[in-house]
């Protein structure tokens, strides 16, 4: 059975991402990456010393704003729990991360390459969340 059009469009974002962060000298440590029953990291990788959460948003278009203003409130809220988990998980709550968010806006059949716009730092960790 094919997968719905937005499924295959998002996995292809995230392969671009991907390839576009190893060129960077990132360390990917994994893609959709699964933290409990019910949150997921597009990308998980290593800038140097740096644990990097990465929020991929792909879009074929810029016709109805940038794929990044789709990071809302309740989706920063989401990541910053994931987040908390996965470092609870390790062990080390002194880690240093950031939440990075790359845009991708271009089509899986496109000839011209996509555009990418990688945001660093894109937003803070949910204050709701404590690392003790």
């Known amino acids: 059975m094919k997968e719905p059009r937005h499924l295959e469009t998002g996995k292809w974002g995230e392969k671009v991402s991907a390839k576009f962060l190893k060129k960077k000298g990132y360390k990917l440590l994994g893609s ?56 609870k998980k390790l062990r080390n709550p002194r880690v240093c991360f950031r939440f990075d968010v790359v845009e991708i806006i271009g089509k899986i059949e496109d000839i011209e390459p996509p555009i990418i716009r990688h945001i660093e730092n894109a937003f803070p960790l949910d204050s709701c969340y404590a690392l003790s």
Do not use: C, M, Q, W
């Open 32 to 87: 959709r990456v699964h933290i409990g029953t019910r949150d997921e990291f597009d990308l998980i990788a290593r800038d140097g010393k740096v644990l990097v959460f990465v929020e991929v948003k792909t879009r074929g278009s810029e016709k109805y704003g940038r794929p990044a203003s789709s990071v809302n409130r309740h989706k920063r809220h989401t990541l910053s729990r994931a987040a908390v988990r996965y470092i």
